[in-house]
């Protein structure tokens, strides 16, 4: 959820309040893409986004549902697809940011076509993933 940094939405041990992570994720982003400068492919982009995490343990509760707004800025560089964009965190708990800034260099979803299966890779390079990162396909 942009508006959120890697990991501030999670469940929080109830003795030392400390984020604990989750085993379950739900979340949903909306966006409207428009160009700016159509010649050297410069796009605009505004935003909501909402989502959670949660365990077994903790259960999902809608009253927890994070949510952002934002925009951004979106340029198909001769080097591969850049993003700068800037999420707003709506409804702002004592512990966290207001909002929070990303920068991201490439893709997010490859599409991999093979006799007559779909597969579907998540690629996202930036300061959103953790370092220890694994990147695995699996067939549907």
Partial sequence: V???KYGDISPTDPKTGEK???TRMFYLQTELIF?????INLNGVVFFDMGNVW???TGFQTSDIRQSIGMGLRWLSPFGPLRVEWGYNIN???DEDSSNFNFQIGGELVKILTRKKLHFLFVKTGNKFPKNLKISLKAP
């Fill in 92 to 94: 702002r708990k004592p």
């Fill in 35 to 39: 160009p700016l400068v159509k010649n």
């Fill in 55 to 57: 365990d077994l343990k």
């Fill in 20 to 22: 604990i992570g989750g």
């Fill in 2 to 4: 942009r508006g959120f």
